[in-house]
């Protein structure tokens, strides 16, 4: 039977108003936010770009886009001289600030944060919702929602017993990536499949019990109270048409897990020249990208300075990814590109840019030791920070134009826009808020883990890093508490049976980054203020390699792993463009 209801997907409401996210700020940075603490972060704010150079004020606040203004607010509660007070006074304002979003989004309007271009969000009659998945009828198993299939979401739903639940996933992509090893597949030292986990073969359930399904699709819009998630299928990345189809599921218990996504800063250009690194078909467009560089550059009447702009590829993050990335690249460029594209040898060459310090959370040792392993490789390490993404070039604080045939940008995450659409508590960087049983308060039957789920801020906890480790292991501790919540009778949608399990504790077990050429960084130390071991060098590569080839999901991607490591040293990596 049909069913009509207003949807507001997240894509589409995200940026409602610019005029009240400069209120906000402009209000909140005039009461708390001195001279002094503006000084500490001037480095941030010139992150964000040139407009806002000197402090804001409310003259200054209203020429900055959506995204300065997001970044900024979600920002505040770092500063070292804003105290509890300000804090407390921050989510005053977030919340009288969502609130007068609310007001402006119900008028179905939304306004395009790079044009001013509004569009209509769909009415109550423009979008006709067909539920897939009524509501669980009497003797049936309890139904656990996962919405994705990162970390979080496969760790939760391989631990999850079907025997006594039955499994609904929804998620964009039907796989599991392991990210440790997908920057080894831009430059061939790995095949794609072999860091790609189908779900299916996760969780089981989901192609053998009649009532488990996988959903190819993204979700929009959540209704608590009706216990019911709104979703639109998966297109390959197409926008959303008059004449798409959207499906309601209902649920007993919803776990999202939809991770997060990569954070610009507003800075314009990035979306449209940049490619990230956090998907398989991320991996591949930098590969074919990479390729059809090194071959264009060998064509006949090609000038030098074109040549030289073409194989520049330039990495924009110092973190473990854009270190990884930019060794497993030098390595392709001293063994691989120097046997097979010997015309143009002279002219590849990477550049690492980071605003700060690479390997921030690193030992001191350590990074002392990727910096001048990575400079002796051939990578330029850069201290800048990037202001504007051109189509061939970028541009620097500085003021220096940088050309660049290939940019890679791993500057870090942040909440994806579906994750600040919900109305939901938010944790103080903008996640989804939990509870310390990472329940979000207020709300029956929902939870929230992974890069999209924070702590907020009357748990008393510090907001946890968007890291694989921890997302594993809060989808490991939720399956195991909805399994005991479910056994005892608790599992259906607003059951009255209260299990109380033991909190969720994270201790860091330790940080690990491949610096290219059989070297490696292990990092043993549970924060950045503890001690504890760490070591460099041949030594910590073979851990790397050991630890990330027993964590790999499967035996089967972990025979795929293996053969293409020992084919990879023997042959040398696969340069074809597919």
């Keep these: ?195 790609a986990e189908p779900i299916a073969r996760i969780q089981t359930a989901l192609s053998k019990s009649p009532n488990s399904y996988f959903f190819l699709g993204r979700c929009i819009n959540i209704d608590p109270k009706k216990h019911e998630v709104y979703c639109e299928p998966e297109m390959n990345g197409s926008p959303t048409s008059a004449n798409k189809k959207f499906f309601s599921v209902s649920y007993d218990k919803l776990v999202i897990a939809s991770g997060a996504e990569a954070v610009t800063f507003g800075i314009n250009g990035v979306h449209e020249n940049a490619i990230f690194l956090r998907e398989v078909s991320d991996a591949q467009n930098i590969r074919k990208k990479l390729l059809l560089n090194l071959m264009l550059s060998d064509i006949p009447g090609t000038s030098e300075e074109e040549r030289r702009r073409l194989l520049h590829c330039v990495v924009v993050g110092g973190g473990p990814t854009g270190v990884e990335f930019s060794g497993e690249l030098s390595d392709f460029i001293r063994r691989d590109v120097h046997q097979r594209y010997a015309h143009v040898q002279n002219y590849i060459h990477v550049t690492l840019i980071e605003a700060k310090e690479i390997l921030s959370s690193f030992d001191v040792g350590l990074r002392v030791y990727a910096i001048k392993h990575l400079t002796k490789a051939g990578v330029k390490l850069v201290k800048g920070i990037v202001t504007e993404v051109n189509p061939g070039y970028i541009i620097l604080s500085d003021g220096s134009r940088v050309p660049y045939g290939l940019l890679v940008w791993s500057t870090g995450v942040g909440p994806s826009g579906f994750v600040k659409s919900l109305p939901l508590p938010k944790s103080l960087d903008g996640r989804i808020g939990v509870d310390e049983n990472l329940k979000v308060p207020g709300f029956e039957d929902m939870y929230a883990i992974g890069d999209c789920a924070g702590f907020v801020e009357s748990v008393g906890k510090p907001v946890l890093p968007a890291l694989a480790q921890v997302a594993e292991r809060q989808g490991k501790y939720l399956a195991r508490e909805l399994n005991r919540i479910v056994k005892a009778g608790g599992g259906y949608a607003g059951s009255t049976v209260s299990v109380e399990g033991p909190p969720f504790v994270y201790t860091h077990l330790g940080s690990m980054a491949s610096v290219g050429r059989y070297k490696a960084l292990v990092d043993l130390r549970q924060s950045k203020e503890s001690k504890g071991f760490s070591w460099a060098g041949f030594l910590s590569w073979l851990i790397w390699r050991s630890a990330y080839l027993t964590r790999v999901v499967s035996w089967r991607n972990r025979f795929y792993v293996a053969v293409n490591w020992a084919t990879t040293f023997v042959f040398g990596r696969d340069i074809s463009r597919i």
């Design 1 to 195: 039977m049909a069913m009509r209801h207003l949807i507001k997907p997240a894509h589409r409401v995200a940026s409602a108003s610019l005029e009240s996210q400069r209120n906000f700020v402009s209000i909140f940075y005039a009461k708390h936010y001195p001279e002094s603490a503006y000084r500490r972060r001037g480095s941030f704010f010139e992150a964000l770009g040139p407009e806002t150079s000197s402090r804001p004020q409310k003259k200054d606040v209203s020429s900055l886009s959506f995204l300065n203004i997001e970044a900024m607010s979600m920002s505040i509660y770092r500063a070292p001289n804003i105290k509890l007070g300000a804090s407390k006074s921050y989510q005053r304002c977030r919340l009288l600030h969502n609130k007068q979003l609310a007001e402006e989004q119900s008028q179905g309007d939304r306004l395009d944060d790079s044009s001013g271009h509004k569009e209509e969000t769909p009415s109550l009659t423009d979008i006709k919702i067909e539920s897939g998945l009524p509501a669980t009828k009497p003797g049936e198993k309890p139904r656990i929602v996962v919405l994705g299939t990162g970390w979080a979401a496969s760790r939760l739903m391989k631990d999850l017993n079907s025997k006594i639940c039955d499994v609904v996933c929804i998620s964009p992509r039907n796989h599991m990536v392991f990210t440790p090893l997908l920057a080894s597949t831009c430059v061939g030292t790995l095949e794609f499949r072999s860091v």
